[in-house]
């Protein structure tokens, strides 16, 4: 049997650091020789003849055919995120639910089991337990924090194992390498979710994780832009199973926001390093006001999982802080928490994070919202609790639009 055709690749050698490739990954230039890539706004892809198209519909060719599944645009930035987690390959959603969507999809059927850390993000918690709940695919919530408990849920029908670390809000940081025995040694597979440090500070397949899931929206991107999402891992998972259910369910990437990724990864690394330095400055200034109950945030000493997060991030704790208002009742904290939150003028009330803008909210009301009040307690989540995405604005400013709200407490 003949190898089929495939794509050319741009070839580095093997101790290219991470931020050469994030600007110079992806597809050879086309004849015309841009130094910027190429934006390829096409559904379709035309072929020199009828056997041709053929060959390449049935793979043995490698080749761009419709863009619900291959486009150029989308491949480069494919390839320049693969290339920036150590995985054989990538496959672009059009979210970071729909990655999610994807993998469960790709790898589950009914009867079959999965194991999930309670600290994930709330809509992760809602697609698992509810949609496809529905279909007889069963969830464990565990502590994302207990490999002891990770193990202690494992069943005959354990198929797989998720964990989103730093989780969203309360940044409870995970042990991969831990998580990634227990799943190996149990014929499952690990998938981590890697939103909130990026490549750029943590890459999970390092550490034993099997794939790893983005939310391109938020600092692969970097800006707020776009929404997208990606799964990384093996290219027999990718080009496989994955690939069958995004032919077939279409939850595919547009062009346009790939080539926006594909972008933003090149400025992603000094983007979270100096992020990171803004976050620990304004949690080690958080922590000092009498207003603030507790503050969150992996690269505080006070972090129960400090030590454990500075090993994995390379040393930085990210750009997510969370920390909870004082107050004698729910009741109470939660109104404390809407003032400061509303007492802002430079943050932006939104629940999205990664932007370069600094952003506020209100988990238990926004991004949790959906859940029971029951699910949120168990998760850590109260109502006293703000969780801010630190963007590049100077610190002293974000010190300052902090503080006018806690001086109403």
């Excluded at 600007?23 to 035309?46: D, H, I, K």
């Excluded at 793979?59 to 054989?88: D, I, K």
């Excluded at 998720?162 to 940081?173: D, G, K, R, Y």
């Excluded at 832009?225 to 995004?246: E, K, N, Q, Y």
Aim: charged content about 20%.
């Amino acid at each position: 049997m003949t190898e089929p055709k495939r794509l050319p690749r741009l070839e580095f050698a093997d101790d290219v650091r991470l931020e050469t490739l994030a600007v110079r990954q992806g597809l050879p230039a086309t004849p015309w020789g841009e130094n910027s890539e190429a934006l390829f706004l096409t559904s379709s892809f035309v072929h020199p003849d009828a056997a041709t198209a053929a060959a390449r519909f049935a793979q043995e060719e490698e080749a761009f055919v419709y863009s619900r599944f291959t486009n150029p645009t989308t491949m480069m930035m494919e390839r320049r995120l693969a290339a920036l987690e150590g995985t054989e390959a990538c496959i672009a959603t059009s979210s970071g639910m729909s990655a999610i969507m994807l993998l469960v999809m790709g790898l589950l059927k009914a009867g079959d089991h999965v194991i999930c850390s309670r600290s994930v993000f709330g809509s992760t918690i809602k697609l698992l337990q509810g949609e496809f709940g529905k279909f007889g695919v069963q969830t464990t919530f565990v502590s994302q924090t207990d490999p002891e408990e990770w193990r202690a849920a494992l069943r005959p029908e354990t198929k797989l194992l998720f964990a989103e670390t730093p989780s969203n809000p309360l940044t409870e940081v995970c042990d991969i390498r831990a998580l990634a025995d227990i799943a190996h040694g149990a014929g499952a597979l690990l998938a981590v979710d890697n939103c909130f440090c990026s490549p750029a500070l943590q890459q999970p397949a390092r550490l034993g994780a099997d794939l790893i899931i983005h939310s391109g929206t938020k600092y692969l991107d970097g800006q707020g832009r776009v929404v997208a999402g990606a799964v990384c891992g093996p290219a027999a998972l990718i080009d496989g199973p994955f690939m069958s259910v995004m032919r077939s369910a279409g939850m595919c990437l547009s062009p346009f926001n790939a080539w926006v990724v594909l972008k933003g990864l090149e400025t992603l690394s000094i983007r979270m390093e100096a992020q990171g330095a803004r976050a620990l400055a304004l949690a080690e200034w958080l922590e000092a006001q009498p207003q603030v109950a507790r503050v969150y945030y992996p690269g505080l000493k006070s972090h129960p999982q400090h030590a454990l997060a500075m090993a994995q991030q390379g040393g930085n704790g990210g750009s997510v802080v969370s920390f909870v208002a004082r107050g004698d009742t729910p009741e109470a904290a939660r109104a404390n928490a809407f003032a400061v939150i509303d007492a802002t003028r430079i943050c932006s009330i939104t629940s999205n994070l990664g932007d370069t803008k600094t952003t506020i909210t209100h988990p238990s009301s926004t991004s949790h919202g959906r859940l029971t009040e029951a699910q949120r307690l168990a998760a850590g989540i109260t109502q006293g609790m703000i969780r801010v995405a630190v963007g590049l604005e100077h610190v002293d400013d974000l010190k300052a639009d902090l503080a006018r709200g806690l001086a109403l407490i």
